[in-house]
């Protein structure tokens, strides 16, 4: 991801990913600003609830049609993909990370680092998820414990540490076999759009994951009242 660093006419308006594709939303912009300089680097666009209606969609259809029916051995592999596509850019992702939230860069690598080792965490727990055992609990039945997928889950990223609190979200629903749709911060989206690029590439089946960003009136609300939407993870102030 490029982002302007001088003149106002070469500050970037950012994309979301809806459906496997990376597409450019109308509608009023926030400044995302480097908070070491208060320079603006980069415009944030609010989707519109279609817009948000159509990332749940696609992440609906491809809970059913692709995600939910995927081995967890092929589910495994493809966040092991994630994972290893990160790590390859590891300097780029701290750098986006450092600039954007203000934290040193140091400490950035350290978070990029973390967010590695927890989609590769889960992408092992995939193949490992345990139960308890068939048997006869009840005279004459038979009882079994099966663990499946709920669908769609909304996931709301706060402002700091934004790239590893998007892993600790995205993975583990993932991994369980469910599809996503995140909206990070207004004030923080680079690391989490950059890695919504990555994904358009092939790392995910089209609709697994998608990317929106706007305000809480508008994607969050329409995030926890959408019907398809099955559960909602959140971290973030008492506003969100």
């Not at 950035?108 to 139960?131: H, K, N, P, Q």
């Not at 960003?213 to 008492?238: D, F, N, Q």
Request: cysteine-free.
């Amino acid at each position: 991801m490029s982002v302007g660093s001088s003149a106002t006419e070469s500050v970037v308006r950012l994309k979301n990913l809806i459906g496997g594709e990376i597409v450019d939303i109308g509608g009023d912009v926030d400044d995302v600003v480097d908070p070491s300089t208060g320079q603006v680097v980069a415009l944030v666009p609010h989707a519109s609830r279609r817009d948000v209606e159509r990332a749940i969609d696609a992440a609906h259809d491809a809970f059913y049609k692709v995600w939910r029916p995927m081995p967890p051995a092929q589910r495994s592999a493809s966040l092991l993909g994630i994972a290893d596509a990160i790590e390859e850019e590891r300097d780029q992702y701290a750098s986006i990370e450092s600039r954007n939230v203000g934290m040193p860069l140091q400490f950035a690598l350290a978070t990029v680092d973390a967010t590695v080792d927890t989609v590769r965490f889960f992408a092992g727990a995939a193949r490992t998820v345990s139960g308890l055992p068939s048997g006869e609990y009840v005279p004459g039945m038979t009882s079994l414990l099966r663990r499946e997928p709920i669908g769609v889950i909304g996931q709301l990223i706060p402002w700091n540490v934004p790239l590893l609190m998007a892993a600790w979200k995205f993975a583990p629903a993932l991994a369980a076999g469910n599809t996503v749709v995140l909206k990070p911060s207004q004030r923080t989206p680079l690391s989490l759009l950059h890695l919504a690029e990555r994904l358009s590439a092939g790392l995910l089946p089209p609709g697994v994951a998608n990317v929106v960003t706007g305000t809480h009136e508008t994607v969050g609300a329409t995030l926890l009242a959408h019907p398809k939407v099955r559960m909602i993870a959140l971290t973030g102030s008492p506003e969100a």
